[in-house]
């Protein structure tokens, strides 16, 4: 009887590792999706909530300029996690217009996010796409 509570204890702590990154998958997945929500629609403020170092390319975050820029798609090419689900790197292909200009734009932007392990939240390490 004792030989099978170790076991079930041994497989409830094991259940318990994965289910932790299980919820950080999840919650990459959410901040991710919300993230990229406020990009579409032009909620560059809301975006810059993502972005635990306000320094991260501080010359973009002038929201003046922003305002002029109209995302017409947004799109997640690729996602990876580290082994530890700590790191993550996304790829998004980013079409938009400047307001006044008839031409359409289209940039990639390499994401990097951390998760904070005392927040229990993610964040963009490499800040707002860099429209040109």
């Known amino acids: 009887m004792a030989k099978y509570t170790v ?3 041994v497989l409830l702590l ?5 289910v932790q990154r299980w919820g950080r998958g999840t919650d990459l997945e959410k901040s991710t999706h919300n993230y990229g929500i406020a990009i579409r629609w032009g909620q560059y403020e809301v975006a810059k909530a993502f972005i635990r170092d306000s320094e991260v390319r501080a ?8 305002k002029k820029i109209k995302v017409t798609s947004y799109e997640v090419l690729r996602r ?3 082994e530890d689900q700590l790191f993550a790197e996304q790829t998004a292909e980013i079409e938009y217009y400047l307001e006044g200009y008839m031409k359409e734009k289209k ?3 390499n994401q990097i996010w ?12 490499t800040g707002l796409p860099d429209f040109r």
């Open 107 to 109: 940039i990639i932007d």
């Open 7 to 9: 076991s079930l204890i």
């Open 114 to 125: 951390e998760y904070d392990q005392k927040e229990k939240r993610w964040y963009l390490k």
């Open 59 to 66: 010359e973009t975050l002038s929201f003046e300029a922003f």
């Open 14 to 18: 094991l259940g318990c590792g994965t």
């Open 80 to 82: 990876e996690m580290s």
